[in-house]
Nanobody, 126 residues
Framework: QVQLVESGGGLVQAGGSLRLSCAAS????????MGWFRQAPGKEREFVARISWYGGNTYYADSVKGRFTIFRDNAKNTVYLQMNSLKPEDTAVYYC???????????????????WGQGTQVTVSS
């Protein structure tokens, strides 16, 4: 069992930046692939980014590629999402999620992830 706690959300103007953090409990964090998802009101939860357990492989949704960066610090049991050049359409609740081994193939599907945080609100004003 692992618990995930997101932080770093807030209100920012378009073009601005935010860094989200997701702190995990438990010693197994370094073996988990980690993902970020987001959900806007009235919309389904959508994939944002994923990072492998060792940080060597990353994957991004086309909508955030080139603007967002996912990275992790296994010594601190934390995964981050650096968000630059934010747009109003990035407004959503952002969730981090853990995918323990054995890792599946559906990297962008919420069902692939076993553990979820409570979410943090990101609001981008125009």
């Amino acid at each position: 069992q692992v618990q995930l706690v997101e932080s770093g959300g807030g209100l920012v103007q378009a073009g601005g930046s935010l860094r989200l953090s997701c702190a995990a409990s438990g010693r197994a964090f370094s073996s988990y692939a980690m993902g970020w998802f987001r959900q806007a009101p009235g919309k389904e939860r959508e994939f944002v980014a994923r990072i492998s357990w060792y940080g060597g492989n990353t994957y991004y949704a086309d909508s955030v590629k080139g603007r967002f960066t996912i990275f992790r610090d296994n010594a601190k049991n934390t995964v981050y999402l650096q968000m630059n050049s934010l747009k109003p359409e990035d407004t959503a609740v952002y969730y981090c999620a853990a995918d323990p081994p054995p890792y599946g193939l559906d990297k962008d599907k919420p069902t692939q992830y076993q553990y979820w945080g409570q979410g943090t609100q990101v609001t981008v004003s125009s």
